[in-house]
């Protein structure tokens, strides 16, 4: 066991997957500091990159952005590092064979939890239908994200800390 405060030591990359509003971001922050690793989300890498994703979806249409994407998570997948993917990046066929061999983590979350997160966001893909389309996306989604994940996570009403430590166990004792 490692001392208090001392990284865990698990191989890297790590990477969260899962729906809109599932906390990726927040928990990959946190695991990302737990692991002493660098955290990439790479919806915010695309931001930084090319602007908004609601302007880019909005200007060029959501094929180029899941162009942009792909190249975004296949140069993330080969850092160091907790990776967070955007809700849709794991529909790309070579996302998904790059992560065959990753840890994967799904982080899942219940509509009664969601809506609040969801509430006042840009999030292109929820600006016609709210929490409908949401509940249709992740109908969609689901039978990649299971078959993708190595460990899957309902992060509703658990504490972030909790779930880090999870992780951090899980992926520990597979090491």
């Known amino acids: 066991m490692p001392e208090r405060g001392e990284p865990v030591r698990i191989a890297l990359p790590v990477v969260l997957i899962g729906p809109m509003g599932a906390g990726k971001s927040r928990v990959g922050h946190r695991l990302a500091g737990a692991l002493g690793a660098p955290f990439v989300d790479t919806d915010q890498r695309i931001v930084e ?24 998570v296949a140069e993330a997948l080969r850092e160091e590092a907790v990776v967070a993917l955007g809700g849709g990046a794991v529909l790309h066929l070579e996302t998904q064979a790059d992560l065959e061999s990753l840890p994967v983590v799904l982080l899942r979350v219940d509509e009664q939890a969601v809506a609040p997160r969801l509430a006042g966001g840009n ?29 899957d996570l309902d992060t509703s009403r658990r504490p972030v800390a909790r779930i880090v430590a999870e992780i951090t166990g899980r992926l520990g004792e597979s090491a």
Do not use: K, M, S, T
């Open 49 to 72: 990159r090319y602007g908004p994703i609601d302007e880019i979806f909005a200007r060029e249409g959501e094929a180029y952005f899941r162009v942009i994407e792909r190249e975004v």
């Open 123 to 151: 999030r292109p893909l929820l600006a016609q239908g709210g929490l409908d389309r949401w509940r249709d996306i992740l109908a969609e989604r689901l039978p990649v994200y299971e078959a993708l994940a190595d460990i």
